[in-house]
């Protein structure tokens, strides 16, 4: 037997196993070794680090997609004031041009809500106990839940889901402010439209009904979807807890 692999002697006189465990070529066995306390404690902290980056990097992502649909919106309403009789058509380009961005938000939604979801894991369950002095969790396998999203991967929402969200947070207000410059343009237009008197062959109630349909459309999303609740309502979940009287924070 080599010096490497020989148990060592403990303090009391008996033998202390190998650590790490070597196996018969001698080749250290880590994944046979238990963590101890402080490398657990290690681990989540970085774990927690690297999921908060994540987190951060995808709620970023979505302010640069709110930032063009103002930003595209405020152009196309300027652009249909300097030129009122393209106003139809500009009008219409920025609905749909904020649809876009609507779902590309969603997209990204759906995404930050995966880390999101870790990281409320464990603030509630790890580091919230730690600051209470209270190794009990609120949730007993809440490890191997977080485990076993970082084995299998997957979204907590549905894209329809996501699209309401986002909608209901920022893209309501883009919307609104479209919907109203379109009804004041064709209540009282400042010019003849020339888009129409180009397009004979197009009726006049056509661009009114594709923006009914829009409308329609993202009012059944809002109405029929189920909402995506906050994670942080699952965790002042008593009525006594302290915390209850607070708002849920959104993004």
Avoid at 24 to 52: C, N, S
Avoid at 108 to 123: I, N, P, Q, S, Y
Avoid at 237 to 247: A, C, F, K, Q, V
Wanted: glycine content about 6%.
């Amino acid at each position: 037997m080599s010096e490497e692999s020989r148990p060592q002697d403990g303090p009391a006189g008996g033998f202390q196993p190998q650590f790490p465990p070597l196996d018969e070529k001698g080749v250290p066995q880590f994944e046979d070794t238990p963590l101890t306390r402080g490398e657990y404690i290690t681990a989540l902290a970085h774990f927690y680090r690297a999921e908060m980056h994540r987190a951060l990097v995808w709620r970023t992502r979505l302010d640069t997609t709110t930032n063009w649909a103002i930003l595209a919106t405020l152009a196309i309403l300027t652009a249909s004031l300097n030129n009122p009789g393209y106003a139809t058509e500009s009008l219409l380009l920025g609905m749909f041009a904020n649809v876009v961005f609507l779902t590309i938000e969603a997209r990204r939604f759906r995404f930050f809500d995966v880390w999101r979801a870790r990281v409320r894991m464990l603030e509630e369950n790890f580091y919230g106990g730690i600051l209470r002095r209270d190794q009990a969790s609120p949730l007993d396998r809440w490890g191997q839940q977080v485990a076993d999203d970082l084995l299998c991967p997957r979204f907590h929402m549905t894209r329809l889901q996501a699209v309401r969200a986002r909608l209901m947070r920022n893209f309501r207000f883009i919307f609104l402010f479209l919907l109203v410059a379109w009804v004041a343009h064709r209540l009282v237009p400042m010019a003849e439209d020339r888009v129409l008197t180009g397009l004979s062959g197009v009726p006049g109630w056509m661009p009114d009904a594709i923006v009914a349909a829009l409308y329609l459309f993202l009012l059944a999303v809002v109405v029929f979807t189920p909402k995506v609740e906050a994670p942080e309502l699952a965790y002042w979940s008593h009525p006594e807890h302290p915390g209850e009287d607070i708002p849920s924070i959104d993004v």
